[in-house]
Each structure stands twice: as structure tokens, then as C-alpha cells.
């Protein structure tokens, strides 16, 4: 049995979040407070400042029954993936147009990662979520680790519930 997961992978993304903000706040200032667009450049600042804050790392985690994903250190955005809902993992990796960050197609996949690479595909057993998506690919700098890890919960899971494992 598998004795837990924790793994944080730092990105660049809070970098071209920063990049944005420092951008509309050199145009609030340029402008000037008189300018009817000056409320908008500091709140589009504030915004962007805030989202750097939010995607400094990725946090994949083991929680006892689910695998928790969270981009931080301010953890808005993330998800929880049930071991008993993992239909199957394999190493993959993220592409292009995949891109970075969090976002989903719906009744497709979802995608967590801080930066294009190495990723672990995890295909669920049915649709979950709000946008109903069957595959979600986690990046990773450690997809072997977290594959074996994920392997190895949902055939522990599969044992403890009594179902017929196959050995591969």
C-alpha cells in the first residue's frame, strides 16, 4: 500500500501574471486619475496581481481517499479526484494546445498543470464534475511517481472494496 503523495511544482505563470499587472498599472499611471479608463487599468491591475498570487506552484496531494490538486499559495482554483472514481493513469504530456493553468473542454478533459511538459492523463470511471469531463491530465516534473502512486491507491482501493484486481 502506498503511504501518500505530496509534491509541489513551481511555475512561471505568476510571472506573466505579474508582467500584466505591472503593465495596467504603468497605464493607470501614464494616464493619469483624470483619464475615464483610470479606475479600470488599477482594478485590471489589482486582478492580475491577485492571479500571480494564485499560480506561484501546483500542489498534488494525497488525502486519504481522493487526490487533491491545487495551484497556490492562494488555493482558489484546484479540484479533488476520488481514488474510487479513477477508472485508469498513464504518463502523458501536455501539449500546446493544452496550454497552462487550469481550464477544461467540456464532456472532454480538464487540464492542471503550471507549465507545458510532463503530465499524468487520469480517465475516470464516469463523467464528474460541473463540465461532466472523463480524462483530467495533471502536470507534473515527477509523472512516473505520480502515476505509480495513483496505480497503486486504486488497486488498493479496488482490493479493500473487494473486487477482482488483476495483476499486470
Known sequence: MA???AHKQRGTLHFACGLAAGGFLAAAIWAGADDPFFAMHISLSALFLFLSGCFI???VYDEGDSLSIRFGP???FGTRIGYDEIASVAVSRTTFWDGVGVHSIPFVRAVFNIRMGACV??????PCGLLRVRHIKIGTDQPQRLADFLTARVLDV???RGHRVESA
Open 3 to 5: 503511504h501518500g503523495y
Open 57 to 59: 506552484y501546483l500542489h
Open 74 to 76: 492562494i488555493m482558489i
Open 121 to 126: 492523463l487520469v480517465t475516470l470511471k464516469k
Open 158 to 160: 479496488q482490493r479493500r
